[in-house]
């Protein structure tokens, strides 16, 4: 009878080992050994990388056997609808996912057979990526106001009230001369309060 008992829990303690070995290893390794298939299938270095278009992402991954993989995704982890398969058997995998929604989140696994791999239990995820946008600078247009009276090239006032007068009319101005300088224009030669053609004259004459 004690030897039978002893069975017993000897059977006892190796199952329980059996069970705590299983839940350190993880659901997906216990599924591999369960399946028979070989840990070489499993990917490895999963990396997902959104493009900058926002439309598409790669997920790429290695195995150390040759496989064909299918990833599985959606816009919900309990949802990984939208397929995405490989075309040939491969140990460096490079899948796009293709068409997707900018600046959403995306979920996503990878299945090899009948062998499923995620991210211990919970699928892998990444956020597509918004499309740039270039801003052009527009510059503003300023509208030129043309003047209804507009001032001759080279017309300088208050130099010679007449010469400008003359420049106006269209006549050129004069070359500033020693008389000009010596009678500007706008001085009040003769003193009578009023600065005009007369004072030029009589400051010429009297020089």
Same mark, same amino acid.
């Given at each position: 009878?004690?030897?039978?008992?002893?069975?017993?829990?000897? !059977? /006892?303690?190796?199952? #329980?080992?059996?069970?705590?070995?299983? @839940?350190?290893? =993880?659901?997906?390794? &216990?599924?591999?050994?369960?399946?028979?298939?070989?840990?070489?299938?499993?990917?490895?270095?999963?990396?997902?990388?959104?493009?900058?278009? =926002?439309?598409?992402?790669?997920?790429?991954?290695?195995?150390?056997?040759?496989?064909? @993989?299918?990833? +599985?995704?959606?816009?919900?982890?309990? &949802? !990984? !609808?939208?397929?995405?398969?490989?075309?040939?058997?491969?140990?460096?995998?490079?899948?796009? !996912?293709?068409?997707?929604?900018?600046? /959403?989140?995306?979920?996503? %696994?990878? %299945?090899?057979? +009948? +062998?499923?791999?995620?991210?211990? @239990?919970?699928?892998? *995820?990444?956020? *597509?990526?918004?499309? +740039?946008?270039?801003?052009?600078?527009?510059? &503003?247009?300023?509208?030129?106001?043309?003047?209804?009276?507009?001032?001759?090239?080279?017309?300088?006032?208050?130099?010679?009230?007449?010469?400008?007068?003359?420049?106006? %009319? =269209?006549?050129?101005?004069?070359?500033?001369?020693?008389?000009?300088?010596?009678?500007?224009?706008?001085?009040?030669?003769?003193?009578?309060?009023?600065?005009?053609? #007369?004072?030029? /004259?009589?400051? #010429?004459?009297?020089?």
């Amino acid at each position: 009878m004690n030897n039978t008992k002893t069975v017993k829990t000897v !059977l /006892i303690i190796v199952i #329980l080992l059996l069970v705590g070995v299983l @839940g350190v290893l =993880g659901v997906n390794t &216990a599924k591999t050994y369960i399946g028979g298939a070989s840990a070489d299938t499993q990917p490895k270095n999963v990396l997902a990388s959104p493009n900058v278009d =926002g439309k598409t992402a790669t997920i790429t991954w290695s195995s150390d056997k040759a496989t064909i @993989g299918v990833v +599985e995704y959606g816009t919900s982890p309990a &949802a !990984l !609808l939208l397929r995405a398969p490989e075309s040939e058997s491969v140990i460096s995998h490079n899948v796009v !996912l293709s068409p997707l929604k900018p600046g /959403i989140n995306y979920y996503f %696994r990878i %299945r090899v057979g +009948e +062998e499923v791999f995620d991210n211990n @239990g919970i699928p892998y *995820s990444f956020k *597509s990526k918004m499309p +740039e946008v270039t801003v052009v600078p527009t510059m &503003a247009v300023v509208p030129t106001v043309a003047s209804s009276n507009p001032v001759p090239t080279g017309c300088i006032k208050g130099t010679d009230t007449m010469a400008y007068i003359n420049c106006l %009319r =269209g006549k050129p101005m004069p070359a500033v001369t020693a008389a000009n300088e010596r009678c500007p224009a706008n001085v009040d030669f003769n003193k009578d309060g009023v600065i005009n053609s #007369l004072d030029k /004259i009589k400051c #010429l004459q009297s020089n």
